[in-house]
């Protein structure tokens, strides 16, 4: 269980930091090619890391909120191509998902690839918010286009659906530049749910980890500060993946060796209730009549 005033200690730490815009943060340091280092710690230990950082680090606010709620809707395909290129840790890899940025009228389909580097490219375009939940045949296409730029490659009869919908509250750091090392990013996402969206649409299991946390470090190919945090503080990076993994908890009978240390000693206490969260929003329980198709031109700017 989370230890007593663990979440407001937590959101204490993040609101003692500086703020910066999101036009500033997008401004100083953006990085859409870079090595994404994954933790999952007990939100207990999250002000312990805080206190360690650079002075000078800043934590985006949007509204006044240093917290920010996203929903994530991951799609793949009948017989899980996304999810088994994960699992079976294949170099090359990709996943799909819409992020709707909860509270605002912004929403985004997303579809990050890994080459053979181990460098993760995201490429987005706007989406209507209210269509979020599926992806259209422009969405498909987009996706398409995105596959068979950075060389993995798509059939042409693909066709994703959703699987998986995640929610949380994310805050992100812009982490001073420090012993010649640039600036970098860092996020961290609290309050975490998954959903198995099973098929046709369908909320079969709800799954939420009160007492975790990840933090994702974003940076070029050597570690960042919040990283060298992190390791003063006896963490190590994990074999985590929103989707792959939280999938995997919900469906053991899924290929889960890749991460079965996280699922043994993380995942062990998460709580799992039949159905969709109580506080589901009504509007986004089922999966509309529309789908999600691009509205914009296609970018690599991502918050």
Same mark, same amino acid.
């Given at each position: 269980?989370?230890?007593?005033?663990?979440?407001?200690?937590a959101?204490?730490?993040l609101?003692?930091?500086?703020?910066?815009? #999101?036009?500033?943060l997008n401004?100083?340091?953006? *990085? #859409?090619?870079?090595?994404?280092?994954?933790?999952?710690? $007990?939100?207990?230990?999250?002000?312990?890391?805080? &206190?360690r950082l650079?002075?000078?680090?800043?934590?985006?606010?949007?509204d006044g909120?240093?917290?920010?709620?996203?929903? %994530?809707?991951?799609?793949?395909? &009948?017989?899980?191509?996304?999810?088994?290129?994960?699992?079976?840790g294949?170099?090359?890899?990709f996943?799909?998902?819409?992020? /709707?940025? #909860?509270?605002?009228?912004l929403?985004? *389909?997303?579809?990050?690839?890994?080459?053979?580097?181990?460098?993760?490219v995201?490429?987005?375009?706007?989406v209507?918010p209210?269509a979020?939940?599926?992806?259209?045949s422009?969405?498909h296409?987009?996706?398409r286009e995105?596959?068979?730029? %950075?060389?993995?490659g798509? $059939?042409a009869?693909?066709?994703l659906?959703?699987? *998986? +919908?995640?929610?949380?509250?994310?805050?992100?750091?812009?982490v %001073?530049a420090?012993?010649?090392?640039?600036?970098?990013r860092?996020t961290?996402?609290?309050?975490? =749910?998954?959903?198995?969206?099973?098929?046709?649409?369908?909320?079969?299991?709800?799954m939420?980890?009160?007492?975790?946390?990840?933090?994702e =470090?974003? %940076?070029?190919?050597?570690?960042?500060?919040v990283?060298?945090a992190?390791?003063?503080c006896?963490?190590?990076p994990?074999?985590?993946s929103?989707?792959? +993994?939280?999938?995997?908890?919900?469906?053991?009978? *899924?290929?889960? /060796?890749?991460?079965?240390?996280?699922l043994?000693?993380?995942?062990?206490?998460?709580?799992?209730?039949?159905?969709?969260?109580?506080?589901?929003?009504?509007?986004?329980? +089922?999966?509309?009549?529309?789908?999600a /198709? $691009?509205?914009?031109?296609?970018?690599?700017?991502?918050?």
């Amino acid at each position: 269980m989370t230890a007593p005033g663990a979440r407001e200690q937590a959101l204490a730490s993040l609101g003692a930091l500086a703020a910066v815009s #999101l036009e500033e943060l997008n401004a100083r340091a953006e *990085l #859409l090619t870079r090595v994404d280092r994954k933790y999952l710690l $007990p939100l207990a230990d999250l002000p312990r890391v805080l &206190d360690r950082l650079p002075a000078g680090t800043l934590a985006l606010e949007i509204d006044g909120t240093r917290a920010q709620p996203y929903e %994530s809707v991951y799609f793949d395909t &009948d017989d899980l191509i996304s999810f088994t290129l994960a699992a079976r840790g294949r170099r090359r890899r990709f996943k799909v998902r819409t992020r /709707n940025y #909860l509270g605002s009228d912004l929403a985004f *389909l997303e579809v990050k690839t890994r080459g053979g580097r181990a460098m993760t490219v995201k490429d987005r375009v706007a989406v209507d918010p209210d269509a979020a939940a599926a992806l259209g045949s422009d969405g498909h296409a987009y996706t398409r286009e995105v596959l068979d730029d %950075s060389g993995i490659g798509a $059939p042409a009869d693909l066709h994703l659906g959703a699987v *998986l +919908t995640t929610r949380y509250r994310r805050a992100t750091l812009l982490v %001073s530049a420090a012993a010649g090392r640039p600036e970098s990013r860092a996020t961290v996402d609290l309050d975490l =749910t998954w959903v198995d969206r099973g098929r046709g649409g369908s909320f079969p299991t709800t799954m939420t980890t009160p007492d975790r946390v990840i933090v994702e =470090t974003k %940076s070029g190919t050597s570690a960042g500060e919040v990283d060298r945090a992190l390791w003063a503080c006896g963490h190590r990076p994990a074999r985590i993946s929103k989707y792959a +993994t939280g999938l995997a908890a919900l469906r053991p009978d *899924l290929p889960s /060796n890749r991460w079965h240390r996280v699922l043994a000693r993380d995942f062990a206490d998460a709580r799992r209730e039949p159905g969709p969260p109580a506080t589901w929003w009504p509007d986004q329980a +089922t999966c509309p009549a529309t789908s999600a /198709n $691009p509205t914009t031109p296609r970018t690599k700017e991502t918050p």
